[in-house]
């Protein structure tokens, strides 16, 4: 029985299946990233259309974490498939802490700098402001040093073989002039 995984993949127009194969742990990372922005935007509005209704970098530091934590587990567990442990947990919360920074400037920036609230903008304009910098312009940005700091750091590639994965043997065979030995990936999950 194909996995979950492979029945994605087979949905896949023929023509995208090898970027997506090539790029596979882009894809799964993105795709955690998508459910955890949906996950985090749902929080945030929740927390500033209730108890945190005039603290709106608050509710959107912890609707953040809330992605944080649940993204952890998802990219630990699928898209990165690593092992755990605790320097990598201490090297996710570091990175993590990072990013929530780069997440809350674009919104402290919008409302307290550029004074993108009320009064001095109406209701739905203080609202689209929150939404474009925090949700958008936050989020995209923090995507990207997350993305490159977790795979420079936290789920950084290893040495040894993965559990349940063969490890190509040399060869010692000789080989036949103008031979090139197949190009192996190089970010196999």
């Given amino acids: 029985m194909p996995s979950p995984t492979q029945r994605a993949l087979a949905r896949v127009p023929d023509r995208l299946r090898p970027f997506v194969v ?111 910098s925090g949700i958008v312009v936050g989020t995209f940005a923090a995507m990207v040093f997350r993305y490159w700091a977790m795979r420079r750091w936290v789920f950084a590639p290893s040495a040894r073989p993965t559990p349940g994965r063969p490890v190509p043997a040399p060869t010692t065979a000789p080989r036949e002039p103008g031979y090139a030995a197949p190009e192996m990936p190089r970010d196999v999950p």
């Fill in 22 to 132: 090539r790029h596979r742990r882009l894809v799964k990372f993105l795709l955690v990233g998508s459910g955890c922005f949906v996950l985090t935007t749902l929080v945030n509005f929740e927390l500033k259309l209730t108890v945190l209704q005039h603290k709106p970098v608050v509710a959107l530091t912890v609707a953040t974490v809330i992605g944080t934590v649940v993204s952890y587990v998802l990219n630990r567990r699928w898209a990165f498939r690593a092992a755990g442990s605790r320097r990598e947990a201490l090297m996710f919360v570091l990175v993590s802490a990072v990013a929530i920074v780069v997440n809350d400037v674009p919104l402290a920036v919008s409302r307290y700098l550029l004074d993108l609230r009320e009064p001095y903008v109406d209701p739905v304009g203080q609202e689209v402001a929150d939404f474009l």
